[in-house]
């Protein structure tokens, strides 16, 4: 079986709610938990993916609370066999990794430092 490679091409965040608390110490425990659903085409020749994604981040004290929605568009290079193979192996770890690096940007215009979290997983 050939490798299907797959590239964002769209990628719109629905909501986003970040909270930082003045008593966040420099030193925390996140947990973090992603959800996404995957929408197949109607079109069977159409090789476009839509994954709703849920990305919630956070200490458990909630010093820390981060939730992201957002829809991302894939493009294949190929029809797969197995939509939910696919999903799981390779587009919701690319998705993950352009929300958590949105994520970044978002902090930094909140004047945080970025978290890099794509790089650490």
Known sequence: MQEISAK???????????SVSRDLTKKFELNMECKAKMKTPKNEKDKTILLNMELNVG?????LAIKL????IFELDLLPDD????GQ???VPMAREALLNS????????????????EKI
């Open 8 to 18: 964002i091409i769209k990628q719109k965040i629905i909501c986003s709610n970040i």
């Open 89 to 91: 192996q390779k587009l």
């Open 59 to 63: 200490t458990k004290d909630e010093k």
């Open 103 to 118: 994520l970044d940007e978002l902090l930094l215009i909140m004047g945080y430092n970025k978290m890099e979290l794509a």
């Open 69 to 72: 929605l957002a829809d991302i």
């Open 83 to 86: 939509y939910d193979r696919i």
